[in-house]
């Protein structure tokens, strides 16, 4: 029996969304960004699909690398937060895992190691993001001590990140840059800099290696540009169906708190999705919704399993009829919005309630 509620995933869209990440950046490594379960997608089944396209994968944590290994994933997979602590340093000579690192303490245990195999590293700058990495002022120093280890694979590569590079011209952007290439231009290693909106918008940051994330899937990280405009198609397609279709009289309300009141009586739609799967607790009332394809809004509050929508413009909506949430014909960034919220947290939101479905 299939879930009421399911996410179509278009193979062939991620395929399409890689061909554009390569256009914009043909002579890159990539690194596919699948952290967070690939975004909602599925992390696994999205390194399945991208083992054979791409360079290598990156997540965030060590249990997610884990995970992706003795699922019998053997692409080379890069670990973005590194390793906390000598146990879990163990794992990636076990697994074959690169690390990012990051600070002092991920040093020292790495030093200290004893490992017969040496450590694939990505050397992290914190160029002005203040997030992970180590600071101009001490990075000359952390350079030599790994160039100098014999528990380092030679050369280390170098990374950072950017802090607003979903910003036209920005002026943070291009001072990160100029920090990490200051300290950066001798290093024989490999560089990477580039997310998405890098890559998108910001030539000077597509180095060696790129990091695609949200591209990948299709999804704009830019509030004024959507991923129509830039060539993507998204990968995710959230749906449901109807399970009750009725008239409600005039000066009823609809759903918790009654926020919504039926001005005269209205066709309501009650569709099988709430957010116990991820759909936004806080979509506004005018959030647009496909029943058939075509476009209705939400009304009332969102519940845990159920939505609430307007039929009145579609009088021969009926019991059973498929409701599309976001994907195809209705991205995913326009719900953001009418959520106040952006693409990335709705997609990480998805539950595992949603069967996912490929297609
Ligand atoms: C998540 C992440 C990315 C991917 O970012 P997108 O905006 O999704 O492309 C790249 N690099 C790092 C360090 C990240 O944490």
Redesign the pocket.
């Known amino acids: 029996m299939m879930s009421a509620a399911y996410a179509l995933i278009d193979q062939a869209a991620l395929q399409h969304n890689l061909v554009i990440v390569r256009r914009h950046a043909p002579d890159a490594n990539i ?1 596919a ?1 699948i ?2 379960n690939a ?1 909602g997608h599925g992390m696994l089944r999205m390194a399945r699909i991208l083992a054979v396209a791409v360079d290598s994968l ?1 997540v ?1 944590r060590t249990d997610e690398a884990i995970a992706l290994r003795e699922q019998g994933v053997t692409t080379p997979i890069t670990v ?1 937060q590194g390793f906390m602590g000598r146990d879990e340093l163990m794992c990636y000579a076990k697994y074959q895992l690169t690390a ?1 690192v990051h600070q002092h303490e991920q040093i020292r245990q790495l030093l200290a190691g004893s490992s017969p195999e040496k450590i694939a590293v990505w050397l ?1 700058m914190d160029s002005g993001m203040s997030r ?1 990495g180590f600071l101009p002022t001490e990075w000359n120093a952390v350079c030599t001590l790994l160039q100098n280890s014999t528990q380092v694979q030679q050369p280390f590569g170098v ?1 950072t ?1 950017l802090a607003s ?2 910003e036209v011209d920005c002026h943070q952007s291009r001072q990160q840059l100029q920090r990490f290439d200051t300290l950066t231009c001798q290093h024989i290693g490999a560089k ?1 800099i ?6 998108l918008a910001c030539p000077a940051a597509v180095t060696d290696w790129i ?7 299709g999804v704009s ?1 830019f509030p004024d540009k959507s991923a129509a405009d830039l060539g993507l198609k998204p990968v995710m397609t959230l749906k449901s169906r109807l399970i009750s279709v009725k008239t409600v009289p005039q000066g009823e309300t609809v759903g918790y708190g009654g926020s919504w009141r039926c001005q005269q009586a209205t066709r309501v739609g009650i569709v099988s999705i709430g957010y116990g799967d991820g759909y936004p607790r806080y979509a506004r009332n005018g959030t647009p919704v496909l029943i058939n394809g075509k476009v209705v809004p939400l009304i009332g509050r969102v519940s845990m399993d159920m939505l609430a929508v307007d039929l009145s413009t579609l009088p021969e909506a009926k019991i059973g009829d498929t409701a599309t949430l976001w994907g195809e014909g209705l991205p995913v960034e326009t719900i953001a919005q009418y959520a106040e919220t952006i693409p ?1 947290t709705v997609l990480c939101g998805i539950t595992p309630r949603v069967e996912i479905i490929e297609r």
Not at 194 to 199: D, H, L, T, V
Not at 211 to 217: D, E, K, N, S, V
């Open positions: 690194m960004v952290k967070a975004y990156a965030a973005l990012v992290k992970l990374m990140h590079a979903d990477s580039a997310n998405s909106a890098a890559i990091r695609p994330g949200l591209m990948l899937y990280p990335y």
